[in-house]
């Protein structure tokens, strides 16, 4: 396990004072009390030298000023205290916490000082010459340990942002993901509910009149409903089971309709109540996005007829297939106006089948046909797989 670092400080600093200790005994002409301040000064800020580094720095260096002016000169012999030392400690600390500027502030002080120290007190000597270098050669050694070492926490420092975004981008697509699946499921269940609802609603009203008059029309038109709203719920199953399952394993996953199922989609219309034509051409194998693309604008275009068209209309759906699109057609000859449209529905149906047209990245536009009633055209472009 790492030790932490205030307690590898403080070993250093330990180690500092311990040698220091004899010199701050006796020192000629020098008063303890002095010799103790600059003793601390210059050792104990090594301890905090990496929380505070520009502050521990400059203790330690108003400590080795204080001590140039008492008690620079040679003691017992020695040009170098431990304590002195610690500048070097300092000045790799301001290059790697503090960055390269103020360690070029820190080390002019630090030269200025060597300098001042080196031919105040020991003079002009070939002694006074080689201290200085060893003490130069000490202090350039340290400003490349610092350098190294703050490019390193410089990187890591950099490494570790870099994850922060990438985390904080992969929650956002993921969220972004979510929303679009929302939104796919809403348009589907809009799809499923508004066709079966309004299939059974029609058929429900032609029951009731039929009832007396026609038993028999009415007994097919309750299994109408009774098939519509079975269909219906398989569908909601599916659909509830995806949005139930975290990971997709317990959901029993059903074919999703395509082009191939246009024809029963037609045939229950039919059987609804509202005459239907459906025409298509050239091949029908498409992708399965795009099929279940077509076949929902399909039935929604063939829901809103059946809701709006009126009674005695008829509709006609034309589906074909070229060598790079797909284009799709649903026409009425009701009586149903836009506006009628947009205010019994809401025109939610007209915006899903819009946004479905889009997220295939193709178009559609519906209005009101020329010969009468209502028509729904979209081109699907067709990506290949």
């Not at 205030?6 to 008063?31: C, N, Q, R, T, Y």
């Not at 303890?32 to 030298?49: D, S």
Request: hydrophobic share 45%.
């Amino acid at each position: 396990m790492r030790a932490h670092p205030v307690f590898g400080d403080s070993l250093i600093a330990g180690v500092l004072l311990m040698g220091d200790v004899p010199l701050m005994i006796e020192a000629d002409g020098v008063p303890r009390p002095v010799l103790v301040l600059v003793g601390l000064m210059m050792i104990v800020p090594v301890v905090f030298r990496r929380r505070y580094p520009l502050a521990s720095a400059y203790v330690v260096l108003a400590g080795g000023a204080l001590q140039l002016f008492t008690h620079g000169d040679l003691v017992d012999g020695l040009a170098l205290r431990p304590s002195d030392f610690t500048l070097a400690v300092t000045l790799y600390t301001v290059v790697a916490y503090s960055g390269r500027r103020q360690g070029l502030i820190y080390t002019a002080f630090l030269v200025l000082g060597t300098f001042v120290w080196a031919l105040w007190r020991m003079g002009a000597s070939t002694e006074a010459a080689f201290v200085t270098l060893f003490v130069f050669v000490i202090f350039a050694f340290s400003w490349a340990l610092g350098e190294f070492v703050g490019a390193r926490r410089a990187y890591h420092a950099e490494l570790e942002q870099r994850l922060k975004l990438l985390e904080t981008e992969r929650d956002q697509q993921a969220r972004i993901a979510v929303g679009e699946e929302r939104s796919r499921i809403a348009r589907e269940l809009h799809d499923v509910v508004a066709h079966a609802v309004s299939v059974m609603v029609v058929q429900a009203d032609g029951a009731g009149y039929a009832i007396r008059s026609d038993p028999e029309l009415a007994a097919a038109a309750v299994r109408t409903i009774s098939d519509t709203g079975r269909q219906a719920l398989t569908e909601l199953r599916r659909l509830l089971g995806v949005l139930r399952s975290e990971d997709g394993s317990d959901t029993q996953w059903a074919p999703q309709p395509g082009l191939e199922d246009l024809s029963e989609l037609a045939e229950n219309v039919r059987a609804a109540g509202l005459p239907v034509r459906l025409e298509t051409y050239g091949d029908l194998t498409v992708p399965t996005g795009l099929g279940l693309g077509v076949y929902r604008i399909v039935q929604e275009a063939l829901t809103n007829t059946l809701k709006h068209a009126g009674s005695g209309a008829t509709a006609m759906v034309r589906v074909v297939r070229h060598e790079d699109r797909v284009e799709v057609e649903v026409a009425d000859d009701g009586f149903g106006t836009p506006h009628d449209l947009v205010s019994v529905s809401g025109g939610n149906g007209l915006i899903g089948m819009r946004e479905r047209a889009g997220v295939l990245g193709g178009m559609l536009d519906a209005g009101p046909n020329p010969g009468g009633g209502w028509r729904v055209r979209a081109m699907l472009p067709i990506v290949p797989s």
